[in-house]
């Protein structure tokens, strides 16, 4: 079993930043990629952004240019600087990660969910 772990949450005015991390512990993981999503009060869950294991990236249309997805392949980490932000960033977000994990001694495609952090934008 794969375990995601996120910090970095908060409460921030709008303008401010916040860098969310995600740490991959339990089994033996390697990730083919690695996304954030988040979900908003009342609201769907959103992809926000992706990495895969080549470095390339993507971005919702609405946090392009303000934030950035990067990872650390060795530790299996993956970070989200949120710069500029704004009241309608407010959500939970979740760390999501998809790969090969070890169970049971060989590896299997898995999929697995952090718990969530929540991030507040006051205006």
């Known amino acids: 079993q794969v375990h995601l772990v996120e910090s970095g949450g908060g409460s921030v005015q709008a303008g401010g930043s916040l860098r969310l991390s995600c740490a991959t512990s339990g089994s033996r993981f390697s990730f083919n990629a690695m996304n954030w999503y988040r979900q908003p009060p009342g609201k769907q869950r959103e992809l926000v952004a992706g990495?895969?294991?080549?470095?390339?990236?993507n971005y919702a249309d609405s946090v392009r240019g303000r934030f950035t997805i990067s990872a650390d392949n060795a530790q299996n980490v993956v970070y989200l600087q949120m710069n500029s932000l704004k009241p309608e960033d407010t959500a939970v977000y979740y760390c999501?990660?998809?790969?090969?994990?070890?169970?049971?001694?060989?590896?299997?495609?898995?999929?697995?969910w952090g718990q969530g952090t929540q991030v507040t934008v006051s205006s």
């Open positions: 990495i895969d294991s080549g470095g390339s990236t």
């Open positions: 999501n990660a998809d790969g090969l994990a070890m169970i049971g001694g060989s590896w299997s495609f898995a999929n697995y």
